[in-house]
């Protein structure tokens, strides 16, 4: 869907500023005007920086809502920076969400020059709020999460319609779990090339034609896939966020990581290796550290990977498994 970003932004400062009057907060943000009344109608827009210090000021956690963007620790920067309301934290962030995607690439994404672009990524100069939620959107397809570590959960109007595809979408992979893998099968070029029928996938995924037909009829109802020319076609949505509820999240890896290991064995190109290992605490952060940036660039890599031959399953593990509990 397309998405008004300004309209996001206006909502969303109407919804921080929530019983306040306009003018009160405006004078708390030590504007002489009150500059609330015109970002609420669009006449006036927001800096990011702006934005974030609306937000804390009526007390929303940053360092919670931005933490809610990684996959598991924050970072760093995050945990150390004084602010996170100035120019290098929303530069940092942006940073992130960007990985390996090339600054070229973004600047076809969402509109913006490569120069400014680069400049907001490096802390250099401050985009408005719009500008930053279209950056964070196209980069991490997670702006209604974001948006919601603000508002409490809840939906801003301009963003319900994407909130309920998302969560409607979710409900789909939680209760079968393969329906993401079947999504991958449909980008098949051998699928797009041939006749459109999918039993195969079937046998391939270990699922029964019954299950297949299923899958295909709740992605279609969720909006994931539509029927044209007698193929179903998989339409541009954003990566699903699994990790939002802790026991869905790890019902997830658990499938996942069951899936790899009673399939590794049988196939021939799969690539597994492990390490049983003893290491300091200091340096078994430092091989997290690793492990996010690798994943940032398989995602990178992943995106604008074309033509689809081949649906893989790609998996981290790192995880301790005595700690002497010492310093």
Known sequence: MDIDFQQVVAELVRALRGRRSQLALSRRLRFRTNVVYAWERRRRHPSITQLLTLAERVGVDLTAAFGSLYPSKPPAWLETAGSRTDLAAAGSLLDDARGATPIVHLAELT??????LARWLGGQA???????MAVLHHTTHRLTDFVGAFT????????????????AARRVAERFPLSQALLRCLELESYALGSGLTAHFAAALGISVEDEREMLQLLEATGQ??????????L??????????????HLQRAYWASVA????????DALCAYNVCGVSKRDYEVLRRLQREYLQKARAI????????????????????????GA
């Open 111 to 116: 509109g913006f020059s490569r120069f400014a």
């Open 126 to 132: 401050e985009p408005r709020a719009w500008e930053f």
């Open 152 to 167: 409490q959960g809840r939906p801003l109007e301009s963003l319900r319609s994407e909130y309920e595809r998302v969560e």
């Open 225 to 234: 896939i539509r029927k044209a020319d007698g193929r179903w076609e998989v």
């Open 236 to 249: 541009q949505l954003s990566p699903l966020n699994m990790r939002l509820h802790r026991e869905t999240a």
């Open 261 to 268: 290991s009673a399939r590794a064995p049988d196939v021939r």
């Open 302 to 325: 992943i995106e604008k990977s074309q033509p689809v031959q081949r649906v893989a399953l790609l998996q981290v593990n790192l995880l301790p498994l005595v700690d002497d509990g």
